[in-house]
Nanobody, 123 residues
Framework: QVQLVESGGGLVQAGGSLRLSCAAS????????MGWYRQAPGKQRELVAV???????NFAEFVKGRFTITRDNAKNTVYLQMNSLKPEDTAVYYC?????????????????WGQGTQVTVSS
């Protein structure tokens, strides 16, 4: 199994910054993509940013220029630096990882989610 543990959420004023972290652990063989999604009350979960093992990134339009995603492959950890936060960024942020895990004497693909961390931006 693979576990994702997120940290770094909290309450911040508009214009402020937060840094989210997500560490993956368990029977990991390799991780391809790691990303962040968010879900606001009454809305569907949406992609925020994703980063591949090679460092390629993709961002949602609404965070371009404000958020940065980085990754430490040696630690199986992904970070989301959020700057210039707006009240509409308020949501539960979820970490996601796609990769390959060890399964007995073989391997299997996985896609896991973290438990979510609350980000609240006050106006």
């Amino acid at each position: 199994q693979v576990q994702l543990v997120e940290s770094g959420g909290g309450l911040v004023q508009a214009g402020g910054s937060l840094r989210l972290s997500c560490a993956a652990s368990g029977s990991i063989f390799s991780i391809d993509a790691m990303g962040w999604y968010r879900q606001a009350p009454g809305k569907q979960r949406e992609l925020v940013a994703v980063i591949t093992s090679g460092g390629s990134t993709n961002f949602a339009e609404f965070v371009k220029g404000r958020f940065t995603i980085t990754r430490d492959n040696a630690k199986n950890t992904v970070y989301l630096q959020m700057n210039s936060l707006k009240p509409e960024d308020t949501a539960v942020y979820y970490c996601n990882a796609d990769g390959v895990r060890v399964s007995g004497l073989s391997t299997a693909r996985f896609r896991y989610w973290g438990q979510g961390t609350q980000v609240t931006v006050s106006s």
